[in-house]
Nanobody
Framework: HVQLVESGGGSVQAGGSLTLSCEIS????????VGWFRQPPGKKREGIAS????????LYADSVKGRFTVSQDTGKNMIKLRMDSLEVDDSAMYYC????????????????????WGQGTQVTVS
């Protein structure tokens, strides 16, 4: 039974940084494509980053490229999303998701391969 648990959200001033974490359990760790998504109130969900737990598959949406960095801590079965230079428009509920598959080549197709979702963590930038 695959489970994803996010942590690390909170409130920050514009220009600040936050790091989100997503702990994965319930299946051999090295077989997942993991995605980060966000959904502001009243807006569509957006895929913003991906990484495969084998180490490849790193993609970013244009909206976060150069400011967000996805990485992993294999010793803790954890995917991280480092968010720098945060802007008010980055405020959203952030979700990690995973699929037991290779990652896709375009960020817009990421949601299609995600079968497991975390509960979400709120990020508020003011």
């Amino acid at each position: 039974h695959v489970q994803l648990v996010e942590s690390g959200g909170g409130s920050v001033q514009a220009g600040g940084s936050l790091t989100l974490s997503c702990e994965i359990s319930g299946h051999p760790y090295d077989e997942f494509c993991v995605g980060w998504f966000r959904q502001p109130p009243g807006k569509k969900r957006e895929g913003i980053a991906s990484i495969h737990t084998s180490g490849d598959g790193i993609l970013y949406a244009d909206s976060v490229k150069g400011r967000f960095t996805v990485s992993q801590d294999t010793g803790k079965n954890m995917i991280k999303l480092r968010m720098d230079s945060l802007e008010v428009d980055d405020s959203a509920m952030y979700y990690c998701a995973a699929g037991i598959t290779r990652c896709v080549s375009t960020i817009n197709a990421l949601a299609v391969i995600m079968h497991y979702w975390g509960q979400g963590t709120q990020v508020t930038v003011s």
